[in-house]
């Protein structure tokens, strides 16, 4: 298996602020994925969710209450 693969973790671990780590998250999208993007450019994502065809999706039955409301 050769795909290339990536994870980023970024939120505020220990002492480091909030505000240092939206600094950090923005800092790697605007420096360091431009830089990555080549590499994974004719990359399919094949985890990402996908809806089902229509023709594939259940039918949900339809509502019948079996309670009288309170009143």
């Not at 990359?43 to 039955?61: C, F, H, I, K």
Request: with cysteine.
């Amino acid at each position: 298996m050769n795909d290339p693969l990536l994870v980023c973790r970024f939120e505020s671990l220990g002492n480091l602020s909030s505000d240092a780590t939206k600094y950090n998250t923005r800092l790697f999208a605007e420096k360091v994925m431009p830089k990555l993007k080549p590499l994974f450019g004719e990359w399919e994502n094949r985890w990402w969710p996908q809806p089902m065809g229509r023709s594939e999706r259940a039918t949900p039955p339809a509502f019948t209450p079996t309670v009288a409301a309170a009143e």
